[in-house]
């Protein structure tokens, strides 16, 4: 989610209106410290324009 979140040059505050969540909550949810629901995860997929599985890969690919 950051790295696709940096790649639009995005704050985090502009992702959660673009998603209709809580900055504090994306916060920690970046950085481990919250777990996301799958709703959410949805949600911010859908703020970013990508499908949601692009946001469960753990090898920082950003690929299309």
Known sequence: MRLLR???GWSQERLAAEAGLN???LSAV???EQN???DNLYRVAEGLGVESWR???NDGATEN
């Open 36 to 38: 996301i629901s799958i």
């Open 23 to 25: 900055r504090t909550y």
């Open 55 to 57: 946001l469960l890969r």
């Open 30 to 32: 970046e950085r481990s």
């Open 6 to 8: 940096a790649e639009r």
